[in-house]
């Protein structure tokens, strides 16, 4: 399959006429083959009336042939084989096994949500049967089930251009609950978008859907993005990237003359606690495998452990060394763009320029234009506490230890830390006490806490929640990673007194989905 260059507006090849744009190899700072035409408010206008045109027939699917479609797209996905593969490591700069190894996990994704959709568990089937003989006044039939919200936008991510983009975990969760997407790809990896978009425009073919299920717009700037928040059919907003343009899309639904939720998942620093017991007991360790999980993906994921805590004192010491000796021999290595070399090298100075902070250790010195060279940095507890803004995230191979005098200390640097992704402890069996006291805090903090491990790749699963209090999440409420996450696309409608005829499958007497439903209270199969 080949790069052409266009945008797919339901089954259309579309090339955009508003502007030129190119992709870019950050390995070798150079423009890659083809050019794209960039599109505008016209191409938005087009794919979200598609989209508008296909709810009410998508959304009505049967659960096997939505589940069936959605299996199709990540069978198209594996069958690029090399070719996105390729594409992928000459837009990112990233490392064959790891693209080999995403793709894996967003065709591993789409396959868990086909099951979802399969189960039906998400559409929270609830029947409170009618009692006409109920005193003083009968009771009503109620019936409720959850529905797709809408079309939903989605922006491609910046730092997994297949897990968490075109066909990503926002994608993924958004066809599951029976909403068609419009993608607004990545500038940063514009082929590997067309490319996995061919392959959903042909899943949504094959399948025999309305055209508009699927649409991928490509554009220069910002106009395109902010035509796609503002359109009316648009229901729903998923993103994944920085502060500054998560809150701006948030800000932008919240103003449209009908207010829509904007899912943005934005910063995190990721704070491991190091507790006194593990500290002595293998600061060494910790330290060699904080480095090495820091400066997985070059430092670019949300969920990169960026700030360490630990309590002076002979461990203390060892940890800096260790750190330090970790260090020494790591390579810099590409980045995944300009702009994100950019921002690291700004958020870089920042921290050597810190009231307070010293440069802890750098690894080797960069070979290329966009190589980001790993930093680690250090700062007394107390001088955190009055400068809270140095322990802002670092996006890149950056990280911040932090020096308490007293577990008092680090008890209210965790108070002090905005919402995060995630927190850890490292802890031993005696430090079960002081985690306890840690708990409450980290809970008001984060949707996610780990134990002796890192926090930098996250099961896509059930159980799994990947989000946060703001600023890690626009909504702490909901996650972007897990089959949770369909929730976001999904509101509630209660049926009541009506006739057989007018009830949805999943509310029918008879069950035909055979779904697990909750009737008069209890959870039953019936």
Not at 178 to 194: D, I, N, Q, R, Y
Request: with cysteine; glycine share 10%.
């Amino acid at each position: 399959m080949l790069v052409r260059g266009e945008m797919l507006i339901g089954r259309a090849s579309v090339r955009g006429t508003d502007s030129v744009i190119r992709a870019l190899d950050p390995a070798n700072n150079a423009a890659l083959e083809p050019d794209f035409g960039g599109g505008g408010t016209a191409e938005v206008e087009r794919a979200c009336r598609l989209a508008d045109e296909a709810f009410d027939s998508y959304s009505r699917t049967d659960p096997e042939e939505r589940a069936q479609f959605i299996e199709a797209v990540g069978r198209n996905i594996a069958s690029l084989g090399e070719t996105l593969v390729t594409r992928v490591m000459a837009e990112t700069g990233l490392p064959g096994p790891r693209v080999e190894g995403e793709m894996a996990r967003t065709v591993s994704q789409l396959n868990l949500f086909a099951t979802v959709v399969r189960k039906g568990l998400w559409r929270d089937a609830t029947i409170d049967a009618g009692d006409p003989q109920r005193k003083p006044l009968p009771r009503p039939d109620l019936r409720m089930q959850k529905i797709a919200i809408g079309p939903v936008g989605v922006f491609g991510s910046s730092n997994f251009p297949l897990l968490y983009s075109v066909a990503g975990g926002d994608t993924a969760s958004a066809l599951a609950a029976g909403c068609p997407v419009v993608v607004k790809a990545h500038g940063s990896h514009l082929g590997t978008s067309e490319l996995v978009g061919r392959a959903i425009q042909k899943a949504v073919s094959d399948a025999g859907f309305h055209e508009g299920v699927y649409s991928l717009l490509i554009g220069e700037g910002n106009a395109i993005g902010e035509a796609l928040v503002d359109h009316p059919a648009i229901k729903a907003v998923g993103f994944t990237g920085s502060e500054g343009g998560g809150m701006a899309l948030v800000r932008r639904g919240q103003q449209r003359s009908e207010p829509i939720p904007v899912f943005a998942e934005m910063t995190s620093v990721n704070p491991s606690f190091v507790l006194p017991a593990a500290l002595a007991a293998r600061a060494e360790t910790f330290a060699r495998a904080f480095i090495d999980q820091m400066t997985i993906g070059v430092g670019q994921m949300c969920l990169k452990p960026g700030l360490v805590l630990a309590i002076e004192g002979d461990g203390f010491e060892r940890l800096r060394v260790a750190l330090r000796d970790a260090l020494s021999a790591r390579p810099a290595a590409t980045m995944l763009s300009p702009n994100i070399y950019g921002g690291f090298m700004h958020g870089v100075e920042r921290q050597q320029k810190g009231s307070g902070v010293t440069e802890l250790g750098a690894g080797s010195e960069p070979a290329k234009d966009l190589d980001g060279q790993v930093h680690v940095f250090e700062v007394d507890a107390g001088v955190l506490l009055h400068s809270m803004e140095l322990a802002d995230e670092v996006f890149g191979p950056a990280a911040l230890l932090v020096r308490c005098r007293s577990f008092d200390e680090m008890l209210a640097i965790a108070g002090r830390l905005h919402g995060q992704l995630t927190m850890t402890l490292q802890m031993e069996v005696a430090d079960i006490e002081l985690a306890q006291r840690l708990m409450p805090v980290l809970e008001r903090r984060t949707n996610r806490i780990l134990a002796n491990g890192f926090s930098n790749v996250a099961e896509i699963s059930y159980a799994t929640i990947h989000g946060g209090p703001f600023p890690a999440t626009s909504d702490s409420r909901f996650t972007s990673v897990g089959t949770s996450a369909i929730d976001r696309f999904l509101r509630p409608v209660c049926y009541q007194n009506l006739p057989p005829e007018l009830l949805p499958p999943a509310l029918q007497d008879r069950n035909p989905l055979s779904l697990w439903r909750i009737r008069d209270g209890e959870l039953m199969q019936g």
